[in-house]
C-alpha cells in the first residue's frame, strides 16, 4: 500500500535554529499536508498544498510541494519553546474512489527545542 | 466558527463491551473521516462519510463501523472490544470535494481493560 517516509524521526535543537523535515513516497500524491500534534491533542493543519512546485509559507513555517509530487517539505525558521510536538505530513491521491477522505500519514517527527 | 468536536475525550471499556464515539464536524462539512493512532501504527484511516454514505473504508475489521447522520455528525462503533482497540480515536471535517483541507478534532483517548 501507499507509504510515506518522513525523516527525521526526531530533532534536538536549540531555540532560534532552523528545522527542516521530509516526506518521500513511492506514489504519487496530489495534495500535500503539514500537521503538528501535541500530546493529547488531534493534529492541527498547518499548511496545505495543492500544486506540484508550490512553496506556501505561513508565518515562521515554509513547506513545499515536490516537482514529481513524490515528495514534501517543512521548514521552520527561528524555532521557539511553542514548537515543540510531532509534525506530521500527509498526502492525498485526491482520485476520488477509494482515496475519498482517506490520508496517508508520515511516521512523524518529534521536535524537541532547548530554550 | 466552531471546530470539529469529538465526545467523549476520555473511555475506559473492558474487553467484550462496545463503545460508541461521537463526531461533529465544522458547520458546512459534510465529509466525516475517522483514524485510529497507535504508537506502533501511527495514523490509520477507518472509514470516510459523506451525505449519510461510507465513501471509503480501510482495512479494519468488522467490529469497526460507523455511520453519518443528516445533520453531518457522525458516530463510530466498536463491538466487542480487545486490549489492542486501546488508541487515540481521532475525526476530521472536511468540505467532502477535491483539493479541500481536512481538519481535525481533539481526539476520542480509548482504553480497554
Not at chain 1, 41 to 47: H, K
Not at chain 2, 41 to 59: A, I, M, P, V
Not at chain 2, 60 to 80: A, D, I, K, L
Request: some cysteine; overall charge neutral.
Amino acid at each position: 500500500g501507499q507509504q510515506l517516509n518522513q525523516s527525521p524521526q526526531s530533532m534536538f535543537i536549540q531555540e532560534g535554529e532552523d528545522v527542516s523535515m521530509n516526506c518521500t513516497s513511492s506514489s504519487i500524491f496530489n495534495t500535500w499536508l503539514w500537521y503538528k500534534q501535541d500530546p493529547g491533542e488531534g493534529p492541527v493543519l498547518l499548511i496545505a498544498l495543492y500544486k506540484a512546485g508550490e512553496l506556501t509559507s505561513n508565518g515562521r513555517l515554509t513547506a513545499q510541494f515536490g516537482i514529481t509530487r513524490k515528495d514534501s517539505f517543512l521548514n521552520i525558521s527561528a524555532s521557539i519553546p511553542s514548537d515543540v510536538g510531532i509534525y506530521f505530513c500527509a498526502g492525498d491521491t485526491n482520485a476520488g474512489g477509494t482515496s475519498y477522505g482517506k490520508l496517508t500519514f508520515g511516521q512523524g517527527t518529534i521536535l524537541t527545542v532547548h530554550p | 466558527k466552531a471546530g470539529v468536536t469529538q465526545t467523549p475525550r476520555y473511555l475506559i471499556k473492558t474487553r467484550g463491551q462496545q463503545v460508541t464515539l461521537s463526531c461533529s464536524p465544522i458547520s458546512g462539512h459534510r465529509s466525516v473521516s475517522w483514524y485510529q493512532q497507535t504508537p506502533g501504527q501511527g495514523l490509520q484511516f477507518l472509514f470516510e462519510y459523506f451525505s449519510e454514505t461510507q465513501r471509503n473504508k480501510g482495512n479494519f475489521p468488522g467490529r469497526f463501523s460507523g455511520r453519518q447522520f443528516s445533520n453531518s455528525r457522525s458516530e463510530m462503533n466498536v463491538s466487542t472490544l480487545e486490549l489492542g482497540d486501546s488508541a487515540l480515536y481521532l475525526c476530521a471535517s472536511n468540505q467532502g470535494w477535491v483539493n479541500t483541507e481536512a481538519f481535525f478534532g481533539q481526539g476520542t483517548r480509548l482504553t480497554v481493560v
